[in-house]
């Protein structure tokens, strides 16, 4: 079963991806693997580039929670941005057979990161979203798609790496892509963490009982 969390950073997309993995046992799964953006069947264009042409490791991302660390750097030019989107929708093309396999064994396969990140993330401002659209139907289709709708000063103070504008313009883009998509549901996360916990937990609990019907 392919699950998918998405949302800013802070959001909790992590936080929710271990807790539905730390009891998918109690559902009748086999196991589970929480993937923190796609498969990694293919190498990060980042290191091809530097082995072609000799340099060094990539550069180290910034901590977890640093300041702004999410607003650093332009969004990828157009054409940088079509070769990044076509190589790794490639990548999660490649990715339906390890769902098509989970499904057999009866494992869980949760995203904190999946193919709808292209429509809200900054770096992928200047990629058109019929492009975005035109290929959705490459990687594979989740089963669940959970997406916790926070207020962005919240998001902020737990995890400041953007902007209070950049977090509330991905939270409007995410709603918009709620509209008209199967199973995709936007949780209320202004209850707090455990309730998130909870229904997304619930969400999953009833997917995996009519999956057993």
Known sequence: MLIVIIGPD???????????CSHCHEL??????????????????GVIRNAIFRKGPLPQSAPPGTYL???????????????????????????????????????????GRYYHDFYFQRSYQNLPSWLIKS?????????????????????????????????????????????NRECFYLIDARHGLNSVLEKSFSLLKQLASEDAN
């Open 10 to 20: 802070g959001s909790g997309k992590t936080t929710i991806g271990e807790y539905l």
């Open 28 to 45: 009748g799964f086999v196991s589970s693997k929480l993937y923190a953006a796609n498969f990694g069947i293919l190498p990060r264009l």
């Open 69 to 111: 660390a999410g607003m650093q750097g332009k969004p990828n030019s157009f054409l940088k941005a079509v070769v990044l989107f076509t190589w790794y929708s490639l990548d999660f093309a490649l990715g339906r057979i390890s769902v098509l396999r989970a499904k057999r064994e009866k494992r869980l396969i949760v995203f």
């Open 135 to 179: 290929f959705e139907w490459l990687p594979a289709k989740p089963d669940l798609i959970i997406a916790p709708i926070d207020d962005p000063r919240r998001i902020f103070k737990r995890k400041p790496e953007l902007t209070i504008d950049e977090i509330a313009r991905t939270n409007s883009l995410i709603i918009e892509l709620a509209k």
